[in-house]
């Protein structure tokens, strides 16, 4: 049996891929059984209070070696020295944490800068 013999295969745009898996997990059945998720933002939130996911340090979900992460940095704040303007923060609540599911190098490199707001967009999963 071919791959084709099996599947059905919706004809879609890569800008409508994102859309499609969501719908089709959110299905009766679906194995991830996606939450609906809440927006908020953008808003600026203090930087205390964002828990980066990225960075050198230990423990990190997505470790990145040092010397990587600070030419990243580096990079940014320079961008930034000749007028770059970045977009906010994307911010998942987890309980009490807000935690960084894009934008750890931006956070990282607006720490470096002194830095004590972040503009955040956090989506919650799940109603209330």
Known sequence: ????EFFTVPGLQ?????????????????????A???WEGPLPVAITAL???????????????????????????????????FAPLIVQRRGDVLSVRDGNHR???LEQLGGTEAWVVIWSDGVG
Do not use: K
């Open 1 to 4: 049996m071919t791959a084709g």
């Open 14 to 34: 890569p800008a409508e891929i994102g859309a499609w898996v969501d719908t089709w997990l959110r299905q009766p059945g679906g194995n991830l059984g996606l």
């Open 36 to 38: 609906p998720r809440q």
């Open 51 to 85: 828990r980066r996911a990225c960075g050198p340090e230990p423990g990190m979900e997505y470790p990145e070696p040092a010397e990587r992460w600070t030419a990243r940095l580096d990079a940014l704040m320079q961008a930034h020295q000749r007028g770059a303007r």
């Open 107 to 109: 956070l990282g490199a």
